[in-house]
């Protein structure tokens, strides 16, 4: 682990506790307040009630099946976006241009609320086993992952548009399939540059998560909100909140330094002589390869 890695991290460590401690600071030094219960507040963190774990739990659910949507629709779209066949490219910068374009709100009521009201579709009941997905569950993982698919296809892009063309070339010459340049050859040299955002739009779907509130799913918002109108300890409740989504957003902080680790290894030997971040392996073994050939 590197003195830079060590640095964000006791930074990142040290944000949290600071954040933490005044929001127990205004909480509990305002005990001479009627109106401010601290003991709501101490209850939310350290004996949740079931309904609260339940929008915690949910809330992280969603993220991850929402983001993982999103990621691979990005890759379609992104590849779509840089076919020569035009008409993918038009539907993928359509499809770009529609959902960044929009609010994720209009989105959430247009296609919840909008399409049921018309006729045209009505969104169903998932289940799978034991497990049963409510509609508004269910229409908010797919409304959350098209939209975050819009956002990573140009992420995506950026990341494919980063490895050096000449190893796209390379493996044409050695006849890979363009299917198989971009799995075995071009994505993986592209994580480099996409993870480090993709790991930003996350932490971002964790929070973007509480506008589900709008179609009724009970992730951790709409369970504290609801839990606030019935004890009127709306200060409490949401500092609880806040704390739970800093806890969420910190802990993937931590796993998201770690994967960018694992993917930037070498990177700095790579990088050298002015080369930029390119990765010439590939290139240097086709050129070993082809070496015997010429002679």
């Not at 956002?151 to 363009?178: C, F, H, N, W």
């Not at 369970?223 to 200060?235: F, M, N, P």
Request: hydrophobic share 50%.
């Amino acid at each position: 682990m590197t003195a830079s890695t060590l640095s964000r991290f006791g930074t990142r460590r040290a944000a949290l506790a600071g954040c933490l401690v005044l929001i127990a600071m205004s909480v509990a030094g305002c005990t001479s307040n009627a109106n401010i219960r601290p003991q709501f507040f101490w209850d939310s963190l350290f004996h949740p009630s079931p309904a609260l774990v339940n929008g915690i739990g949910l809330t992280l659910v969603i993220s991850v099946v929402a983001q993982a949507i999103g990621v691979v629709l990005g890759v379609f779209a992104a590849i779509a976006k840089m076919a020569k066949f035009s008409p993918f490219r038009y539907i993928s910068s359509l499809y770009v241009w529609l959902f960044r374009g929009t609010p994720l709100l209009v989105q959430l009521m247009f296609f919840y609320y909008g399409f049921p009201t018309a006729g045209i579709f009505k969104w169903p009941a998932i289940v799978f086993g034991p497990v049963n997905i409510l509609p508004a569950v269910f229409a908010g993982i797919i409304i959350l992952g098209i939209n975050e698919g819009a956002y990573m296809a140009e992420i995506v892009r950026a990341g494919i548009l980063s490895v050096d063309p000449g190893q796209t070339e390379a493996s044409k010459s050695l006849g890979m399939t363009y299917g198989q340049t971009m799995r075995r050859i071009v994505l993986p040299q592209a994580a480099r540059v996409i993870i480090p955002p993709l790991g930003n739009e996350f932490n971002n779907m964790l929070k973007t998560t509480s506008l589900l509130t709008v179609i009724s799913v009970f992730e951790l918002y709409n369970t504290t909100s609801v839990a606030a109108g019935h004890s009127y300890a709306t200060l409490e409740l949401f500092a609880g909140a806040a704390v739970w989504y800093l806890l969420m957003t910190t802990t993937w902080g931590f796993v998201q330094a770690r994967i960018e680790r694992r993917f930037s290894r070498g990177t700095s030997t790579l990088s050298g002589g002015g080369a930029g971040p390119r990765n010439p392996g590939f290139a240097a073994r086709f050129m070993s390869l082809r070496a015997p050939i010429e002679q």
